[in-house]
């Protein structure tokens, strides 16, 4: 089995700052794609940014500039830096990866168990 945990979430002021953190723990033979993803209450669940093995990134045209995504492979681990927090940023955020067992098992989505993220004065 395999554990996603993120930590890192909370309550900031608008214009502040917060980094997530998401582990992958368990039968890990590799990790591909690893992401975030937010759902607002009474919206849809849209992806924030995202990150490949190879590194390369993308981010939701909202948070280009102000969130930076980044990943440890050693630890298993991605985090996202958020910067320039506004109110609208508040929402419950999932990280999300694709991950394979074994050698020859096949790739798996996992999701987290989110972490909250309230932007308020």
């Known amino acids: 089995q395999v554990q996603l945990v993120e930590s890192g979430g909370g309550l900031v002021q608008p214009g502040g700052s917060l980094r997530l953190s998401c582990a992958a723990s368990?039968?890990?033979?590799?990790?591909?794609?690893m992401g975030w993803y937010r759902q607002a209450p009474g919206k849809q669940r849209e992806l924030v940014a995202g990150?490949?093995?190879?590194?390369?990134?993308n981010y939701a045209d909202s948070v280009k500039g102000r969130f930076t995504i980044s990943r440890d492979n050693a630890k298993n681990t991605v985090y996202l830096q958020m910067n320039s927090l506004k109110p609208e940023d508040t929402a419950v955020y999932y990280c999300?990866?694709?991950?394979?067992?074994?050698?020859?098992?096949?790739?798996?989505?996992?999701w987290g168990q989110g972490t909250q993220v309230t932007v308020s004065s």
């Open positions: 999300n990866a694709d991950i394979r067992h074994l050698p020859v098992s096949p790739v798996r989505e996992y």
């Open positions: 368990g039968s890990i033979f590799s990790i591909y794609a």
């Open positions: 990150t490949t093995s190879g590194s390369s990134t």
